[in-house]
């Protein structure tokens, strides 16, 4: 059963435009979700996060957007450029009673298409 | 630093040998995860050590697969023996508790059992 989807598993804007990418959970004791990002034949690297007590969180061009009641998040990415083509994960986790790492989850990713 | 270190980066082997891959946390770290990624199922975790202890292994499809954290600097992950459906994309991270979470994901090893 998956707990994080991300239901489009393409999505194609032009540059200069905004790229909005979605992400839903099932498991409310998530507390915490990341966006990585990756290229092929590299390993995901860790973009933007955001914990459970904020609704939003900017760094740059990236934004990412959080809906507690509806389990939902997006990333917006504006404005878009080729070099953000790439595909997108997102993950979530819950952090345990000691304050101590937890396992993410993550979602099966969106290939990001940003054309020229 | 250089990053977490996998190795190999490529491995293609047939139905039925051993494969091992390795990984080599970022110094410091105490956590470490093993991935794997497929078209079907996306990034799914595999098992996860803290302070070179196993905490959750239950992402294991099954025996066949083992993983090892002798010491904080060194990991590996077993299959034996391996079959077609193991080919994929396998991830190793590391991070450490004060970072929130943020893993560094190695650049993966691509599996290819024929």
């Known amino acids: 059963d998956q707990q994080v989807k991300q239901n489009s598993p393409s999505l194609s804007v032009q540059e200069g435009r905004i790229s909005i990418l979605n992400c839903d959970y099932t498991n409310s004791m998530f507390d915490y979700f990341l966006w990585y990002k990756k290229y092929p034949a590299e390993g995901p690297t860790f973009l933007i996060s955001?914990?459970?007590?904020?609704d939003k969180n900017e760094d740059g061009r990236f934004t990412v957007f959080l809906n507690k009641s509806a389990k939902h998040l997006s990333l917006h990415i504006v404005p878009s450029q080729p070099g953000d083509s790439a595909v997108y994960f997102c993950a979530a986790s819950r952090t345990n009673s000691g304050g101590s790492n937890y396992k993410l989850t993550f979602g099966k990713g969106t290939l990001l298409t940003v054309n020229p | 630093d250089a990053g977490v270190i996998q190795s190999p980066r490529h491995e293609v082997t047939e139905m039925g040998q051993e494969v091992t891959l390795r990984c080599k946390p970022i110094s410091g770290h105490n956590s470490l995860f093993w991935y794997r990624q497929t078209m079907m199922r996306g990034l799914e975790l595999l098992i996860y050590?803290?302070?070179?202890?196993?905490?959750?292994d239950s992402g294991m499809p099954e025996d066949r697969f083992s993983a090892k954290m002798p010491n904080a600097s060194f990991s590996t992950l077993k299959i034996q023996p391996s079959e077609p459906r193991d080919s994929a994309v396998y991830f190793c991270?590391?991070?450490?508790?004060?970072?929130?979470?943020?893993?560094?994901f190695g650049s993966g090893t691509r599996l290819t059992v024929v």
């Open positions: 050590f803290n302070n070179n202890v196993p905490i959750d």
């Open positions: 991270a590391s991070s450490f508790r004060a970072a929130r979470m943020s893993y560094t």
């Open positions: 955001i914990s459970s007590i904020k």
